[in-house]
């Protein structure tokens, strides 16, 4: 590999987590772990990478704002990147950077149709509908941003913060 595109995976990286088959997995300086820090060379001119934004809710929320500004109305915003998935094959889109609603929605406690208490179920909705734009968009389509509409979602300015899983509970860490 270019050794230039490694010293920018590693600037990007808080640290490594794996490396195996030409494949760096690290953990970036927001916490995600993921596939060369996030350092993209797709859907970008040749000798050029593309880099995670230094603070995806942030720019979450700007873009909220600005819009919120050109349309008179709220919206809830999502920045979106492709990831890998341990234990599937293929790549979906997940929340980097959220704004305005809470990524996560939790059942713990909540009971199921049989009437058992749900233990587990916390869903990542902000992954979800990152992975619903995508086909829409298009991977090489470039098409920046998707709409969806009509989704009842609890307000929030937490960010996608809360869709970091605790090392603790890595089992990839």
């Not at 809830?76 to 234990?87: E, K, L, N, Q, S």
Request: net charge neutral.
């Amino acid at each position: 590999r270019d050794p230039r595109l490694i010293e920018v995976i590693l600037r990007e990286s808080r640290r490594i987590v794996r490396m195996d088959r030409g494949v760096l997995v690290t953990e970036t300086r927001h916490g995600w772990v993921c596939a060369n820090a996030g350092v993209d060379q797709s859907n970008v001119d040749a000798d050029m990478v593309a880099l995670l934004p230094e603070d995806s809710d942030r720019s979450a929320r700007q873009i909220r704002e600005k819009l919120r500004t050109l349309i008179g109305g709220d919206v809830h915003v999502i920045i979106a990147d492709t990831f890998g998935r341990p234990w599937r094959e293929g790549l979906v889109n997940i929340a980097i950077g959220v704004a305005g609603f809470a990524p996560l929605k939790s059942y713990l406690g909540d009971r199921d149709p049989a009437g058992r208490p749900l233990q587990a179920t916390i869903l990542a909705i902000a992954d979800e509908l990152a992975g619903a734009a995508e086909p829409v968009m298009g991977k090489v389509d470039r098409i920046p941003a998707g709409l969806v509409g009509g989704l009842p979602l609890a307000a929030s300015e937490e960010g996608s913060k809360a869709l970091l899983r605790d090392p603790a509970r890595d089992l990839f860490r």
